[in-house]
């Protein structure tokens, strides 16, 4: 049995952590909920906003205004790989970097074997993960975590819409966690370049048809030419923000865990404390009693 000292070392070990760790959920729980109300507000306009434009631009036959929507030869790709500046997450961004060399392994593997598959990472997790195992890291932004605004993530949509119009990409895909709920992350791969085509209904075939019919002001081609570049800067705003949201839900679950296990450390360790203590004093009532007999004799 470990001795008195090291058990209450121990125990005020245990007891630091634990403070730690629930101060980290709290933090965590304030910021999820400001996240929380920023997401859920943003998710019905991006969804509308995508679905207008996926309707729109499949009607549009100039090359100029359809760029965004041209299905090339896919030889050249680019992951956007969104994880966490900060670890105590739990699998949050072991889950997206898996995904992610899964992806290279599986359904990139021609063009990775080729070195045709860069990467542009948000979150210090994922740059440090890809840049030390040599993956072609094109580009870095850890910071917009730091300001995470509609602006700064535009700065981002417009790089990735004027490499993918010049051809430097032929597809650009965004991996991140859709936010759930506090204790559920979906995780999501998404095709951010070309525009998705209008999901296809097999079993309603004609119920689509009424989607595409809107009156135009001043015309189609000058609402598109507006429209396609807000959403796909509304797009990634909106994974970034997911993200965000993801991984505060996933650290402040991660810390309320750890705080339940040292609570049940500290239990099995004052358990061991005190048949400790115990176990010292009936030794020295032992060897008090022992002294007095040797003396009697």
């Known amino acids: 049995m470990a001795g008195l000292k090291e058990v209450r070392i121990r125990i005020a070990s245990v ?3 634990q403070q730690i760790t629930n101060a980290m959920k709290m933090v965590a729980a304030s910021k999820l909920r400001k996240a929380q109300t920023a997401i859920i507000k943003l998710r019905p306009y991006a969804a509308k906003l995508r679905e207008i434009l996926q309707n729109l631009s499949a009607t549009i036959d100039s090359s100029d205004e359809n760029v965004f929507s041209q ?8 992951l956007v790989v ?3 500046n900060r670890g105590l997450c739990g699998a949050f961004n072991s889950n997206i970097i898996k995904m992610a060399v899964h992806l290279t392994a599986t359904t990139y593997q ?17 740059t ?7 993956y072609n890291v094109l580009e870095s932004h850890d910071e917009l975590f730091d300001q995470l605004t509609f602006a700064n993530a535009s700065v981002l949509a417009e790089k990735l819409m004027k490499d993918f119009a010049g051809k430097k990409f032929d597809r650009i895909d965004l991996i991140y966690n859709e936010f759930k709920n506090a204790a559920v992350q979906r995780l999501i791969v998404e095709q951010y370049l070309p525009i998705a085509p209008v999901p296809v209904d097999s079993k309603a075939p004609v119920a689509k048809t009424v989607a595409s019919d809107y009156i135009f002001e001043p015309d189609q081609e000058t609402i598109v030419r507006e429209l ?5 800067r509304i797009q990634l705003f909106k994974a970034a923000l997911d993200s965000f949201a993801s991984e505060q839900g996933a650290r402040m679950t991660a810390m309320n865990k750890a705080t339940e296990n040292a609570k049940d450390l500290l239990r099995d360790l004052n358990i061991s404390y005190n048949k400790a203590r115990q176990n010292a004093i009936t030794n020295a009532i032992l060897e008090i009693v022992s002294g007095a007999e040797a003396l009697k004799g």
């Open 71 to 78: 299905e090339r030869k896919q030889e050249k790709i680019l």
């Open 82 to 84: 969104i994880a966490s």
């Open 110 to 126: 021609q063009q990775f074997s080729r070195n045709n598959v860069s990467f542009i990472t948000i979150g210090r997790k994922a």
């Open 15 to 17: 007891k630091s952590t």
């Open 228 to 232: 396609i570049p807000k959403t796909l």
């Open 128 to 134: 440090e993960y890809f840049r030390k195992r040599k």
